[in-house]
């Protein structure tokens, strides 16, 4: 009795107001990797004459902010008063430095199902974040609803909310099989579909005119438009046909194909006025606009004037006598 008077200690259950630090007031690095505190030694000769279940979980209560959370204990080597625990633990339960801190033992069930959801997708970039999880998770004790625990890796600290636990909203997490599961990070933006215009029924007949129109109004293919020539020179006997009203209004629509038409009947009055005998390729009217006179006259001159041929007359002939 006098050391339970003399430490503060009443009942049966351990339960005791200590201010708190952080790990960076004591020489115990690995601290931050776990959800584990240090307490001073009288915590655990209490404990000891409590006979309580181990592991030892205890619940960490801030009357101020109203704020649980849960934890295990590493070593009892803290001085008298004061216990040190993670920074991010002190950030759960919106503790100062050397704010108090109520701590009670607790017996917690052991856990069947977890949900983590990460602060950011960063996480999910990592090779193996499963298997970092599991390693980082050997360091804790139990998880608490609405915590958020500190993952470290590569030199760089990630934080996992505890979105929901079962069977309760505290479990133990040693030596259980827990199934995990992930929700998508805070950060995460689902990506914007692009969303098709729909049709309604009265504008598709509009729509397919149009379509009609556009189609009609691109030039069409037409084989065996150009006009025949001859090799020596001389005019072709062959006609060309006289052009439909449909060709006339289809050339009118598609300028393309007059210019085209324009510069094949220019290219073949050239080839007419052309000399006779000669083959002139890639020839043009403007390049030689003064031989073509010339070549008319020779040709004028070297045909010879045609002579009347006399026309047959019945018994124009000369008579002669049988007597001489």
């Known amino acids: 009795m006098f050391f339970d008077d003399y430490y503060g200690y009443h009942g049966s259950s351990f339960e005791q107001t200590y201010r708190c630090y952080s790990a960076s007031f004591i020489d115990k690095p690995q601290l931050e990797s776990g959800d584990k505190i240090i307490m001073p030694p009288s915590a655990l000769d209490r404990l000891a004459s409590l006979h309580i279940d181990y592991p030892m979980l205890f619940e960490l ?8 959370s849960h934890c295990g204990v ?54 193996n ?46 030596e259980t099989d827990c199934e995990v599961d992930f929700a998508p990070p805070l950060d995460y933006k689902e990506p914007e579909q692009r969303r098709q215009p729909s049709t309604t029924p009265s504008e598709a007949p509009d729509q397919v005119s149009d379509q009609e129109a556009e189609a ?23 006609q060309e046909p006289a052009i439909s009203s449909s060709l006339v209004n289809h050339q009118i629509e598609s300028p393309k194909n ?15 006025r052309q000399s006779v005998g000669k083959l002139i390729f890639g020839s043009n009217a ?33 008579s002669y006598s049988l007597k001489g």
């Open 129 to 174: 974040p499963k298997a970092i999880l599991e390693t980082t998770l050997r360091s804790f004790s139990c998880l608490t609803t609405g915590d958020s625990i500190m993952v470290a890796y590569n030199n760089r600290k990630y934080y996992i909310d505890i979105v929901e636990t079962k069977p309760a909203s505290a479990i133990s997490i040693i």
């Open 216 to 238: 009609d109004a691109e030039p069409k293919f037409n084989p065996f438009t150009g006009i025949g020539r001859r090799l020596d020179g001389k005019p072709s006997e062959y």
């Open 258 to 272: 007059a210019k085209q038409h324009s510069a094949t009947s220019t290219s073949s009055s050239s080839s007419a």
């Open 61 to 68: 209560y801030n009357a101020a902010a109203e704020r649980v």
């Open 286 to 318: 403007n390049n030689a606009p003064k031989e073509t006179p010339k070549v008319a006259t020779e040709e004028t001159k070297a045909e010879p004037p045609k002579k009347e041929e006399p026309r047959f007359q019945a018994f124009t002939g000369k």
């Open 74 to 127: 590493l070593e009892f080597v803290a001085e008298e008063g004061m216990i040190y625990m993670p920074y991010w633990m002190m950030q759960n339960l919106l503790l100062q430095e050397g704010d108090t801190v109520r701590v009670k033992n607790a017996t917690l069930p052991k856990g069947t199902y977890v949900k983590l959801q990460p602060h950011t997708k960063d996480f999910l970039d990592i090779s």
